[in-house]
């Protein structure tokens, strides 16, 4: 099971359940478009993570290393992210 912490509140992520989906399922603002790491519109801040943030297939939008696409990103275990911070 996967838990998300954000500044508004702590959630798990359903079984096959992406980040952005669980983030939308509960009441959280995100910007994404295409659902699949071209244009990173998605990308948000990473604060910590129990796990190592992978991808099935890299992205093709450029993100810091503090930063992650939740549209195409496969977490495990407790992440920590803040997406009130979303970089535009």
């Not at 798990?12 to 990173?40: A, I, M, S």
């Not at 604060?47 to 993100?63: E, G, K, Q, R, T």
């Not at 549209?71 to 275990?77: A, D, E, F, L, S």
Request: charged share 25%.
């Amino acid at each position: 099971m996967t838990w998300v912490i954000t500044p508004k509140m702590q959630f798990y992520l359903h079984e096959d359940e992406n980040l952005l989906d669980g983030l939308l399922r509960t009441g959280h603002e995100v910007n994404y478009q295409c659902r699949e790491g071209y244009c990173g519109s998605c990308r948000i801040r990473k604060i910590s993570s129990s796990h190592a943030v992978a991808y099935a297939v890299a992205p093709l939008a450029m993100i810091d290393e503090d930063e992650i696409l939740p549209c195409c990103c496969r977490v495990q275990g407790v992440i920590h992210i803040d997406n009130e911070l979303i970089i535009e």
